[in-house]
């Protein structure tokens, strides 16, 4: 039999380095269109509606943002899952 040790990417996993935009006023914690979906949202700084911003960490259903302008620059090739090796 086979067992695989390749790690399992899902969505959820690849929402780090997404884009979003936030759909009101961020004081704390807000919400956001990332992905066609709304996030509730956190920053440590306030930010106004509309701002585009860049996830940085996502916690259970809550993501963590900065504002997309301070993001640094990603690889825009998402993670790839490895191939199945066989049996």
């Known amino acids: 039999f086979y067992l695989s ?19 009101g006023d961020l004081r704390d914690e807000g919400w956001a269109m990332v992905r066609g979906e709304n996030w ?13 911003v860049v996830v940085t960490a996502r916690h259970g ?7 997309a302008g301070n993001a640094p620059p990603c690889s825009t090739t998402p ?8 049996a």
């Open 40 to 52: 509730r949202v956190r920053s440590a700084s306030p930010l106004a509606r509309g701002t585009p």
């Open 61 to 67: 259903l809550l993501l963590d943002v900065i504002p």
């Open 5 to 23: 040790t390749d790690a399992i990417i899902t969505a959820a996993d690849t929402l780090v380095g997404s884009r979003g935009e936030l759909l």
């Open 79 to 86: 993670p790839q899952p490895t191939p199945d090796k066989g």
